[in-house]
């Protein structure tokens, strides 16, 4: 699951105001690779919306069925907004919709005798297939 923990208001290159929402996914423990000890985070992503502000500052809280993953991407740089220092990366998190698992058939152990004997009374059959009276 991951929950809606903020909204950003932005504004396309034409222009026009729009907003994204904040997605948080669980939390996760991580080793750090500096000092090799390790911590909790939790990963984010923003997804754009048709939503009003309004709408957007009510959602905060709700939760969506889902997970925010780390996916490759064509490298850009990144500005940490504490340090100002210009990094580069090759990849993004993103919001995935919780994927529906399909099970599979299973096989029954039953034998046709055991079938057969939980057939209704008064008509029953043979193991051979034959109405016995």
């Known amino acids: 699951m991951v929950r ?19 997605l948080q996914g669980g939390i996760e423990v991580v080793k750090s690779q500096e000092t090799g000890r390790h911590y909790i985070t939790a990963r984010k992503a923003t ?3 048709t ?10 809280g709700t939760e969506l069925p889902g997970s925010v993953r780390k996916v490759n991407c064509e490298e850009y740089e990144y500005t940490i907004k504490e340090t100002g220092e ?11 919709e919780q994927e529906t698992q399909v099970n599979a058939p299973q096989m029954s152990n039953a034998t046709i005798e055991d079938f057969m004997s939980k057939a209704p009374t008064g008509n029953a059959f043979s193991t051979n297939g034959q109405l016995v009276h």
Request: charged letters at 25%.
């Open 4 to 22: 809606i923990v903020n909204y950003q208001k932005r504004t396309s290159e034409e222009g026009k105001v729009f907003f994204t929402l904040e």
């Open 86 to 96: 210009i990094i580069t990366l090759s990849h993004r998190y993103e919001y995935v």
């Open 47 to 49: 997804m754009s919306c």
């Open 51 to 60: 939503f009003d502000e309004f709408t957007c500052q009510s959602l905060i």
